[in-house]
């Protein structure tokens, strides 16, 4: 009973034979890998599918899971099993007895057993197959004929009288074996792209672990780099307490001794000035005129002279230096201050200026904090923090600034010969569903609605961001060819007429390239040329809202162009200017307060 009860679990729900190759859907059901890719065939064009069990659906033709622990148990089943019941169907007409059938007709639905199988029809009609209990599926649902066709326009195995008078009348049909070999070569080239595309999936895998060890190894590496610069510090900086504490207890002890050998000093003179006035006491009392104005004058014995020299001993020889105890204090003090804040750099009136560090980072600082760089360092460098040297030099310069962004356009601005790579239209009234850092001229008027807040005589925009306080640096890369404006405005600049260009009124400051490569820099109309040798593609503006100074830069080779002073009185925007051949303009921004 057992047995018969296991033999029925073995049994495929869709051929109901015992299973062969047997796979598993995601629900969990089991079938013959035929079987289910027959089921999976006839359900491709209608978009879903379904498990034959449960009619639990998806999207996505399944994957076929082969079950192993069943397909181990099937095989330890059969080789036990005797040969005449493998199939477990035995003959329809063998009633008194079963014998097992050695074949299926699909046309009688009947399975024969050799005996009644000599004996049967040999008529065309009567198809034999292997010995199987689901004959129906075999057989037209509406003719109750042999499928013997495929349909290709409807995806649909038919019988001769589907292919003739019924639904399927004038459409391109194929025999079964033709069409079968046709899906087996389909079937195999999808197989073939799978198989590739698994294989770069574990290639892009693999690289991903490798990229992963190799940015652990570097983080390592720098992490080791840190930690050993800050130990160095450390360690600079005790040797500075210890030689600042020694200088100290050495100058106290300088101090002591002189001090000592003048209360033995005083001590003496003290006994002395005690003696003297002893004996002027004993010789005013003297009765006699005579032997007390024969007795030498005694009014020298505390002269000024002496006085004054005592003075001095007491204030001048043995004083602790606390002027240069201070100072050194101080030092200790500056240099504490100038690691916390990275002060290494500092601007000249003519260019940019680095101070080389020499390893020492007591001299160093010290150097730093002597020579008065009080500009912060976002003016002057521009590091990016990409590389174990990098890391270091940003500690050893103080690069704690806030980490650089991009500055973002507004679209809602732009000209109409501007184009952004990565803006999106969503609908007809041209509404941008993305801005972008990046711009460039366009040829094609790129017809955006004419609005008050649009640049319409000059292809102009600004920034999303404005700045109304605070330092900030602004780096700004351009194209060599075509023509450009870089520069800051008020959001109240005009947007029609000549004198929205900016520069060319008192609302905007303004770097230009015209196109004979000559670069001017222009506020309210005024121009200052540059010399002809100056080459401007990498342009820095810093910005110190408060102090009312805007510089220009250039960054290659680096140095200071020119310096705006003005109270400002409106927020301030990045402004550009694109001109006919200009490739590209974008530009970071770095806020360089702490």
Known sequence: MASADLRKELDCSICLSIFTDPVTLR????????????????????????????????????AL??????????????????????????????????????KSCLHCEASLCDKHLRVHSKSAEHVLCDPTTALGYRKCSVHKKVLEYYCTEDAACVCVSCSLAGEHRGHQVELLDVALEKKRKKLRNVLQKLTIKREEAEKRVQSLVESRISDQEKAAGVTETVTALFRDIRRQLNDLEKRV????????????????????????????????????EELSNVPDPVT???????????????RERHDNQIHGEGDLDVGYVSETLHTLYDIIIGIKKGIYVQESTDRVQEVNL????????????????????????????????????GLKIGLYEKEPTSIILDVNTAGNHIYFPNYISINSKQQYKEDDSCTSWSDQSQNRPETPERFQ???????TSSFSSG??????????????????????????????????NDKSWALCKWLCDQYSLIHDGKQIRLPGNISCNNVGIYLDYEAGQMSFYSLVPKRRLHTFSATFTEPLHVALCIGRGCTYIFGMVRSCDK
């Open 358 to 393: 020499t390893g020492n980072i007591e001299s160093d600082v010290i150097t730093g904090v002597k020579k008065g760089n009080n500009v912060p360092v976002a003016t002057d460098i521009a590091l990016g923090v990409n590389t174990q040297s990098d890391i270091i030099t």
């Open 65 to 102: 899971i082969q079950n192993v622990t069943l397909c181990n148990i099937v095989g330890n089943f059969l080789s036990i099993e005797p040969d005449q019941e493998e199939t477990g169907i035995f003959c329809t007409y063998c009633v008194d007895s079963p014998v097992p059938a050695a």
């Open 245 to 280: 504490l020694s200088e100290i207890s050495r100058q106290v002890q300088c101090a002591s001794l002189p001090v000592s050998d003048l209360i033995q000093q005083l001590e003496i003179e003290k006994d002395e000035l005690s003696r003297k006035m002893h004996h002027i």
């Open 457 to 463: 005589h000059y292809n102009q925009v600004l920034s």
């Open 471 to 504: 330092r900030h640096y602004l780096d700004m890369t351009v194209s060599e060819s075509g023509w450009w404006s870089v520069g800051m405005s008020y959001p109240s600049i005009d947007r029609r007429g000549e004198q929205s260009h900016i520069g060319c």
């Open 27 to 62: 629900c969990g059901h089991n079938f013959c890998r035929v079987c289910i890719d027959r089921v999976l065939d006839t359900q491709e064009g209608t978009g879903v599918y379904s498990c034959p069990d449960c009619r639990a659906e998806c999207k996505e033709r399944p």
């Open 292 to 306: 007390v104005l024969q007795e030498p004058d005694t009014g020298d014995w505390c002269d000024a002279e002496d």
